[in-house]
């Protein structure tokens, strides 16, 4: 197995009004390729931060990140653009839709962007995704037009269209009802399947139990790991009480 992620005493220092914030501490972690990881923490912990930091979203104080064997800390726009165009998929809490385009276009857009396949492909793939995630109906609304739980769907299904190598989601389910939530924990847990890796971010302990691994977070540091293996079809509730037990134990 490769790392695929790996970050070397990685830190963020926020400064505003000349008071400097260190939400990131010397972090060091890595997740393997084909790894489920979820982080956990209290709000303002630097959850958010540290998926900015990984997936190249945002720039680092110190310290480096390695993705897919390469450091995108020292990288030059143009070529993270493209890393992360072909390899890497996101859900996160701002969702950056574009304004302009139907749900279904947001969808396609990267893949269209991306250029290695036929458009009629692309097309075909995202209405087997929406169709999935239940949001078949909507696909020519525009974003304005459809709920948060959809339109959170919709972003699921824009961050599978070009089967990247690693999904980052934030809270992928935080706008969601529990159905809903079950359609994005199985879309997730099938593209893992097929050997995406995911790094989340989640509140819900339900929703972390489907992962391999999570990581404990308090004020920029990794407090403690909990490892869980890879989901089983029945297992939901029997992880998801380990899981309660030991955010107890780590003082959720
Ligand atoms: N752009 C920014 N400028 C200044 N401070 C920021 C910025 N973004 C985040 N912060 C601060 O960094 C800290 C960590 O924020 P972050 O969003 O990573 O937390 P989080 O763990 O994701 O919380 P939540 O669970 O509420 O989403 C917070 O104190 C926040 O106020
Ligand atoms: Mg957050």
Same mark, same amino acid.
């Given at each position: #197995?490769?790392?695929?992620? $790996? *970050?070397? /005493?990685?830190?963020?220092?926020?400064?505003?009004?000349?008071?400097?914030? !260190?939400?990131?501490?010397?972090?060091?972690?890595?997740? %393997?390729? @084909? %790894?489920?990881?979820?982080? #956990? @923490?209290?709000?303002?912990?630097?959850?958010? *931060?540290?998926?900015?930091?990984?997936?190249?979203?945002?720039?680092?104080?110190?310290?480096?990140?390695?993705?897919?064997?390469?450091?995108?800390?020292?990288?030059?726009?143009? &070529?993270?653009?493209?890393?992360?165009?072909?390899?890497?998929?996101?859900?996160? &809490?701002?969702?950056? #839709?574009?304004?302009?385009?139907?749900?279904?276009?947001?969808?396609?857009?990267? @893949?269209?962007?991306?250029?290695?396949?036929?458009?009629?492909?692309?097309?075909?793939?995202? $209405?087997?995704?929406?169709?999935?995630?239940?949001?078949?109906?909507?696909? /020519?609304? $525009?974003?304005?037009? +459809?709920?948060?739980? &959809?339109? &959170?769907?919709?972003?699921?299904?824009?961050?599978?269209? !070009?089967?990247?190598?690693?999904?980052?989601?934030? $809270?992928?389910?935080?706008?969601? !009802?529990?159905?809903?939530?079950?359609?994005? #924990?199985?879309?997730?847990?099938?593209?893992?399947?097929?050997?995406? *890796?995911?790094?989340? +971010?989640?509140?819900?302990?339900? +929703?972390?139990?489907?992962?391999?691994?999570?990581?404990?977070? +308090?004020?920029?540091?990794?407090?403690?790991?909990?490892?869980?293996?890879?989901?089983?079809?029945?297992?939901?509730?029997?992880?998801?009480?380990?899981?309660?037990?030991?955010?107890?134990?780590?003082?959720?």
């Amino acid at each position: #197995m490769s790392t695929v992620i $790996e *970050t070397k /005493d990685l830190c963020k220092t926020y400064i505003v009004n000349k008071q400097s914030n !260190n939400v990131l501490q010397n972090v060091n972690f890595s997740v %393997e390729e @084909g %790894e489920f990881v979820t982080v #956990m @923490g209290p709000s303002g912990s630097g959850k958010s *931060t540290l998926l900015y930091a990984v997936s190249g979203m945002d720039n680092v104080t110190a310290g480096s990140v390695f993705f897919d064997g390469e450091e995108i800390t020292s990288m030059k726009d143009k &070529q993270l653009i493209n890393l992360r165009l072909l390899k890497m998929g996101f859900v996160f &809490q701002q969702m950056y #839709m574009m304004k302009k385009l139907s749900i279904i276009d947001n969808i396609i857009l990267p @893949g269209f962007q991306a250029k290695i396949r036929p458009r009629e492909e692309i097309r075909k793939d995202a $209405e087997d995704l929406m169709r999935k995630l239940g949001i078949i109906d909507e696909a /020519d609304r $525009e974003i304005t037009e +459809v709920s948060g739980g &959809q339109l &959170q769907r919709a972003c699921l299904c824009r961050a599978l269209i !070009n089967h990247p190598k690693v999904i980052f989601a934030d $809270e992928p389910t935080g706008a969601l !009802n529990s159905k809903a939530s079950g359609e994005v #924990m199985d879309r997730l847990l099938e593209a893992n399947r097929m050997g995406t *890796t995911i790094l989340m +971010v989640t509140h819900s302990e339900r +929703v972390a139990s489907i992962s391999d691994r999570i990581i404990y977070l +308090v004020d920029g540091n990794i407090q403690g790991e909990l490892h869980l293996g890879k989901m089983k079809d029945d297992d939901l509730s029997g992880r998801e009480r380990k899981v309660r037990n030991w955010l107890g134990e780590m003082g959720w």
